[in-house]
């Protein structure tokens, strides 16, 4: 079944701890991105890659990093850096200009 | 700067009545509009896309139209029923390749 993947559903962090989660994409899509949602708001960027092994920063980069190594897969970082990680994280696929599809999304709290 | 807005947060409608979103856009140079449907806690799931060279499109019981003059986008969902209840997103692409641009969202909630 084709689409694409997150995981886990909710991941919890704790203090000055690195998370990483997953997205799978099958749609054999060049273009992956990664988005934050915060309660009541819109979709923020914070990467977004358009081909393997090359990724741009976003609007709201700072405290995440990204790696691009297979063209299905993107995963997103959230360092100890990031000091307010609490959000809904919504990972997407595409053909450069064309629809983005999106995962089922990674609900990440901070204990 | 430059962002796709809506102008109501919130539509309430009863079962069975058309039901039409609206979205401003700030840039003229997007090109390509989509709209998507948010249920709660799931990811956004496409309805319906268009390009700046229409004013209309259609799908199933959903019409899209753009008004490249004044910037506007809207939804029209006819029928509207109960499980139409969700938050609704415009979004557009300024760039071939860049990611979206999303509004804030409207919550249209269908009572029976």
């Known amino acids: 079944d084709g689409g694409i993947t997150q995981s886990p559903k909710y991941l919890f962090r704790k203090e000055g701890q690195n998370v990483t989660l997953s997205c799978e994409q099958n749609?054999?899509?060049?273009?992956m991105y990664w988005y934050r949602q915060d309660p009541g708001q819109g979709l923020r960027l914070i990467y977004y890659?358009?081909?393997?092994?090359?990724?741009q920063k976003g609007d709201i980069a700072e405290g995440y990093s990204v790696s691009r190594e297979k063209k299905e897969s993107f995963p997103l970082t959230v360092t100890s850096a990031q000091k307010n990680p609490t959000a809904f994280y919504l990972c997407?696929?595409?053909?450069?200009?064309?629809?983005?599809?999106f995962g089922p999304g990674t609900r990440l709290l901070v204990l | 700067g430059e962002s796709v807005g809506l102008h109501l947060p919130t539509l309430s409608v009863q079962e069975g009545d058309n039901s039409i979103i609206n979205c401003a856009y700030s840039?003229?140079?997007?090109?390509?509009f989509i709209w998507y449907k948010q249920e709660s806690g799931k990811g956004p799931q496409f309805i319906i896309d268009?390009?700046?060279?229409?004013d209309k499109r259609q799908g199933q019981r959903v019409t899209v139209l753009l008004n490249k003059t004044v910037k506007h986008l809207s939804l029209q969902i006819a029928a509207t029923q109960p499980g139409d209840s969700a938050v609704y997103f415009c979004?557009?692409?300024?760039?071939?390749?860049?990611?979206?641009?999303f509004g804030k969202g409207t919550t249209l909630s269908v009572s029976s």
């Open positions: 997407a696929s595409g053909r450069g200009e064309e629809t983005q599809y």
């Open positions: 749609l054999n899509h060049d273009a």
């Open positions: 890659s358009q081909i393997v092994n090359d990724f």
């Open positions: 840039n003229s140079a997007s090109d390509y």
């Open positions: 268009i390009r700046s060279n229409m």
């Open positions: 979004a557009e692409n300024t760039q071939a390749g860049t990611a979206l641009i």
